[in-house]
């Protein structure tokens, strides 16, 4: 049995209630089996070096890992490894943050050796980044060999160094595989390329499947799972009709989540790569999502913070599942927004998309 606690404070802008509502999908799509026994939204005004949350919070959770006889605790907050071993010491369950929870899904989904390499850098990275908090308090510790440091901080040193170590292997490894990337990227640099883009679960993989009409044994797979699309997956398509038609290419790619910490994308800049190169990124927005707007802020900032240059073009998907009257709205507002209203499900307002291909250089 399992429960979720997402931690908020005042200064988080989101809902908690959407966090805990996205949290329990992450918990979901883990792979860990966890069945969601229990939400709750514990609010911690002064978060604490040892646990994170105080006393009080520790002793009334304790009493619920006992009622209910829970075996794992997912929070959504960001703890150290030091705090994760000190909740499990105090609640005698495991304890998963989001991050760990993302970082499962990611290692579930990636399927070529490239994304996979690319996961095990990101959980160097994760665990390098717990390990400054971790080693804390033994570094205000003195005594031991050596005149300024203590304890902690020679062991804070040798796990680093281990972390180091494995980072730089699967670095290695990584860019060996990114020549071969290059190289085919040099080979397709006379054709337009089109990356689809977005936050997870608004449609990417459908809209891609659709756009290239794809036989079913080489379709993306699109079950509603967030992160299903881990590795970018490029195919030719073609724009217009007769003689004068033009070959694009089209990349499906990673969907991003709110609030990633930037060490992922880093461990991903060898997938991320075609949408810095991209000619256009369609933004694929999922209209009918309560948060659909918080959705695209997040999404602008990460395209922002990556570097792209291409130009942004909105898609606004999912029309289908908007009641009649948000889907006459959202059909005027579209228009006034250069932005395409289309479902990538039943494939209505395609074509409008598919006729402004052919006008691209
Ligand atoms: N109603 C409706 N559902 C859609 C539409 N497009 C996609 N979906 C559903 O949304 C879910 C996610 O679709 P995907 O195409 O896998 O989304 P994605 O953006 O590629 O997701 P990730 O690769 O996991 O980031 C699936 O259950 C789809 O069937 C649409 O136009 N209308
Ligand atoms: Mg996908």
Known sequence: MHVILPF???SVL???QDCLEEMATLCHFSGLLLRVVEKRIVRVRRPTAYALIGKG???SLRDLVEREKLSVLCLDADISS???RNLERELSCRVIDRVGLILEIFALNAKSQEGRLQVSRAECEWQRSRLVQAWQHLERQRGGRGFLSGPGERQIEIDRRLLDKRSRILDERIKKLKRNRDTQRRF?????????TGYTNSGKSTLFNRLLSLPLSMRQDTRKQPF???DTKIKRLRAGVGPGHRTLLLADTVGFIMNLPHFLFESFTATLEEVVHADTILHVRDIAAANSGEQKHEVLRVLKSLGCRGRIIEVWNKIDALSEKSRISTLASSSGCEAHALSALT???CAGLQALFSSFE
């Open 82 to 84: 030091l705090q994760q």
């Open 228 to 230: 299903l699309t881990l």
């Open 8 to 10: 908020s404070s005042d």
């Open 347 to 349: 494939g209505e307002g």
């Open 14 to 16: 989101r809902e908690p």
């Open 188 to 196: 397709r640099r006379s054709c337009h390329l089109i990356a689809l």
């Open 57 to 59: 919070h520790l002793s």
